[in-house]
């Protein structure tokens, strides 16, 4: 690693609650690619190779003053309480691998322990943590492998509010779960005590040495902190509190009554008065007393406990120094393209960078953006060439995020939201140094479980200032209250409502000017391919949690804007509108990411029809890393996407950082496409060459339905119900007046589920359009060619031969690219590796194996068996994968026999 030092000093320029901080020196990366090296996909692979992800630091950070987990403590035995479960928790360092774990919900300290010496203080199970080396590796759903404490328990709390609020000090406290039960009762994961003024406000470390959480219990603040402090020769742990003036009793649970969990054995107040514990219905507790004035107590526990020296939490690196990275420029000769932008994988923190979102913060080239693992930096330099871009670590300690936004009112900046597990938090930095000294909690009003699929998805700020998020819906074992849900968070954070739910797994969109908002979800169980929603009324979307009862729906099920076809992409994920005039023809578009195949759409409204309908259409590939969220810059008026790797995807890279970018270049992109009862009208943003329009071999049709069941996807069924897509043959073709139009003459149109429109025709600007438009026919519009430009014309409908795909004689080659095309290797590997990188088994081997199945039969692979896995992957389930949420897509009617046969030959040969 080499330090370069700039010759001047070059200021980071943030909103007014950051500081212009100059830049001492930057870290450069070991090398630096040339602008311009290469056009089409940048190989940024010597950024991501397995050397690199080998060096990185552990998970938890040991200079860092807490992180976020849920903690599982149910099974610490010992008499220890059984259901001990904290879905939402702050992990706080005491000393001497001594660890609080303190619950954010229900304001108790949930779990004490000494770690092992040398280990960290929980199982590396949950997915950012077992996939923060690996990135293959993931966890399955339920509520199994949520993270564990890793070595001694030395005092617990029950499930029951840390808190109680007396009318007298003679008063009995009893400590119960206030809260009312989700779905599944006996899940703790219920959210927030009730009380709006009780709550977490923040946590907050200044000089990032030591964390204090400061909450409201009934609207008297208090502070806590803990620390390690000797007192008649032994070491104690204390509780620190310190109360703002209240009018009433207050009783804080300090521990379970239980043998071998000591009570207090100290508690003093800051003028010296000592109090005393007591124990009632099995919790030993403290009554601090009104008080007029603020009043510090410090409660001390003797606990058995191995002596260790102190560990030293000095920070080695600071966290002062920058990364300077230099972007790899597309020169491909398009109207748009896309610009890789190094990641600061080789930093002194030897910290993994898997970046989720970025949020820009003026028009000056400065962002934050954050990572899977709780950090966020903050960036600048993002404008122009692109060639110094510079990194700085900003604060950490989140729980799986994948969501920054930045608030501005009336052009002021309001601050830094991550939206994680927790909640929305808002980032603080009091003292303008660069770096966060506290999180405050904006937003935990909503529920969260300790269900590993129940993720913070996505997060968009409307125009009104509200936030909407989106949660992870696929369970194990009990149901929540929000999980599968589409939220709008108020814009003052106290309140929420549901938009829409029954969702696998949602993310949204939110259009800045308009407030619409858009959610898409992912196929899989009840979800039969990839749909797009625009969300209104609170409707139920159509998915069934494993723990659901399946006679019947909920409620009548939504209708998406439009499907994506699975082999299309099985993952849409976020959307962004383009509204900047920078963007060139696209702006103002609607941009959807896909995740498993690295992609991005142009999602396509009509306003024809009574029912919303849309068409999505590809606008690039140039993804080597599989994208998240996608954000315009004000400073360019470009759009930037980042993203990181843990589910199925095709992608080379584990994360990384791109500018999908208007060149100025002549192009043609489609701007409506719209079914109607003669056909299908598509309009471009270009004049087109008539003889290429004209010529009838130019175009490719297909029409099909899906069917929503248990398994995972849906075969492709043709109109009759049989499997397979219908193959409808244009009749005749037609250009507008001003060539910008053609409307394709289709026999028999009807509304479907599912259509395909394809074309290989140029503009007279000399572009090739080889593409796909893919839409949802609900309603059919009424042609007419006057008023849509075309003149006086009569469609021809009359029947052509109609055309199919051609049976192709099976090979292991062509085996091997449909293996390719369809993303079979996102899923299974064909090297051996097995499932510690791959979701599905691997294929080299497979062959000739017996498998054992879940009924406990066992079957040979073979021939037959291959073939029936490809198209009813459901039939015959392998033991290994017993109990698994997700599985593989149905490919009845999507391939044909031909190409399932050259797959069998592939595997075979393997």
């Not at 991501?48 to 807490?66: L, S």
């Not at 007591?278 to 007029?292: S, T, W």
């Not at 619409?516 to 009840?526: C, E, I, P, R, T």
């Not at 804007?561 to 383009?578: G, M, Q, R």
Request: net charge negative; with cysteine.
């Amino acid at each position: 690693m080499s330090l370069r030092f700039p010759m001047r000093l070059t200021p980071f320029l943030f909103p007014v609650w950051i500081v212009l901080l100059p830049l001492a020196g930057a870290i450069a990366q070991t090398t630096q690619p040339e602008a311009g090296a290469s056009g089409g996909r940048e190989d940024l692979s010597q950024y991501y190779t397995a050397d690199v992800q080998r060096q990185w630091g552990t998970w938890v950070e040991p200079d860092f003053p807490f992180f976020s987990s849920a903690v599982d403590a149910r099974g610490v035995g010992g008499g220890f309480p059984k259901r001990n479960m904290t879905p939402r928790a702050l992990v706080l360092p005491v000393g001497r691998d001594l660890w609080v774990a303190w619950d954010t919900d229900l304001l108790r300290v949930s779990l004490v322990w000494q770690g092992k010496e040398g280990e960290g203080p929980l199982t590396a199970e949950s997915m950012a943590m077992i996939s923060y080396i690996n990135a293959k590796v993931i966890v399955h759903a339920g509520q199994s492998q949520v993270p564990k404490p890793v070595g001694k328990p030395l005092l617990a709390n029950g499930i029951h509010g840390g808190w109680k609020v007396l009318s007298s000090a003679e008063d009995k406290p009893v400590f119960v779960d206030p809260r009312t039960n989700a779905p599944t009762e006996s899940e703790v994961g219920k959210g927030p005590l009730p009380p709006v003024d009780t709550g977490l406000r923040s946590v907050d470390f200044e000089g990032q040495e030591k964390a204090t959480l400061s909450y409201d219990v009934e609207g008297t603040r208090v502070v806590e902190s803990f620390h390690l402090s000797e007192h008649d020769g032994h070491t104690l742990f204390f509780r620190r509190f310190e109360l703002a003036p209240h009018e009433r009793p207050l009783a804080v649970a300090l521990s379970a009554a239980m043998e071998n969990a000591p009570a207090p054995s100290r508690i003093v107040t800051s003028e010296g008065k000592e109090l005393q514990s007591q124990e009632h219905q099995g919790v030993h507790h403290v009554i601090f007393p009104p008080a007029r004035e603020a009043v510090t107590v410090e409660v001390g526990y003797r606990l058995e406990w191995e002596a260790r020296e102190p560990v030293d939490r000095t920070r080695r690196v600071p966290w002062t120094e920058t990364v300077s990275t230099s972007a790899v420029l597309s020169q491909e000769k398009k109207q748009y393209v896309m610009d890789q932008i190094p990641l600061p994988l080789d930093n002194p923190w030897k910290r993994n960078v898997r970046l989720a979102d970025i949020a820009f913060l003026n028009d000056r080239g400065d962002a934050a953006a954050v990572s899977f693992d709780g950090d966020v930096w903050l960036i600048s330099g993002l404008q122009g060439d692109l060639q110094d871009v510079r990194w700085r670590r900003f604060t950490s300690g989140f729980q799986e995020p994948m969501s920054i936004v930045h608030r501005k009112k009336e052009g002021l900046s309001e601050g830094l939201f991550v939206f994680d597990r927790n909640g929305i938090w808002r980032l603080l930095d009091r003292n303008d140094d660069g770096l966060a000294d506290g999180h405050e909690l904006f937003s935990n009003r909503f529920a969260q479980t300790a269900e590993t699929r129940e993720y913070a998805n996505s997060m968009a700020l409307a125009p009104d200032g509200s936030f909407v998020i989106s949660k992870g819906g696929q369970r194990g074992a009990t149901l929540g209250k929000d999980d599968g849900r589409v939220l709008r968070i108020s814009p003052d954070g106290k309140t929420y409502e549901s938009l829409g739910w029954g969702f696998r797994q949602p993310f949204v969109g939110v259009d800045g000017k308009t407030g619409l908002v858009v959610a898409s979800d992912q196929q899989g169980n009840y979800i039969p391919s990839t749909p797009l929603y625009i969300l209104r009324d609170n409707r139920y979307h159509g998915f069934l949690a494993g723990s659901q009862p399946k006679e019947q729906y909920p409620a009548p099920i939504a209708d998406p804007l439009t499907w994506i076809p699975h082999p299309v992409n099985p993952s849409a994920i976020t959307l962004e509108w383009a509204h900047d005039e920078r963007f060139g023809p696209l702006a103002g578009a609607c941009i959807l990411v896909g995740f498993n195949r690295p992609e991005l759409f142009h999602v396509l409204f009509s306003e024809r029809f009574e029912k919303p309908q849309g068409a999505v259409i590809s606008l690039s590939r140039d993804l080597p890393y599989p994208p998240l969220n996608a954000t315009m810059n004000p400073a360019d008026g470009q759009l930037y996407a980042t993203g990181f790797q843990t589910f199925a995807t095709t992608a080379r890279d584990i994360s990384g950082f791109s500018r999908f970018r208007f060149t100025g270049r002549p192009g043609a992109n489609l701007m409506e496409s719209t079914p109607m009862k003669e056909g299908v009208l598509l309009r471009f943003d270009a004049a087109l060459e008539e003889a290429s329009v004209k010529d009838l071999s130019s175009y490719s049709v297909e029409r099909w339905n899906y069917k929503r069941t248990p398994s995972y996807g849906s075969p492709h069924l043709k109109l009759d119900g049989s499997p397979g897509s219908n193959w409808m043959t244009p009749s005749s073709v037609y250009l507008s007046s001003d060539r910008h139009a053609l409307f394709l003459g289709l026999p028999d149109m009807r509304p479907v589920m599912q259509m395909r429109v394809g074309w290989a025709i140029r503009a007279e600007n000399g572009t090739e359009l080889n593409e796909n438009v893919y839409f949802t026919p609900f309603e059919l519009a009424e042609f007419d060619p006057v008023a849509e430009g075309f003149g006086q014309v009569e469609v021809d409908l009359s029947p052509r031969e109609a055309k199919g795909l051609s049976q192709m004689t099976p090979t292991a080659e062509e085996g091997k690219k449909l293996s390719e095309m369809m993303g079979c290797l996102a899923c299974h590997s064909v090297d051996g590796s097995g499932r510690s990188g791959k979701i599905g088994p691997t294929w080299k081997g497979l062959y000739g194996q017996q498998r054992a199945l879940v009924d406990e039969s066992t079957v040979q692979v073979d021939d037959a068996y291959l073939h029936e896995s490809i198209v009813h992957p459901a039939a015959k389930v392998s033991k290994e994968f017993k109990g698994v949420e997700y599985g593989m897509p149905i490919y009845e009617g999507i391939l044909t026999e031909s190409q399932v046969q050259s797959l069998v030959l592939y595997i075979k040969n393997l």
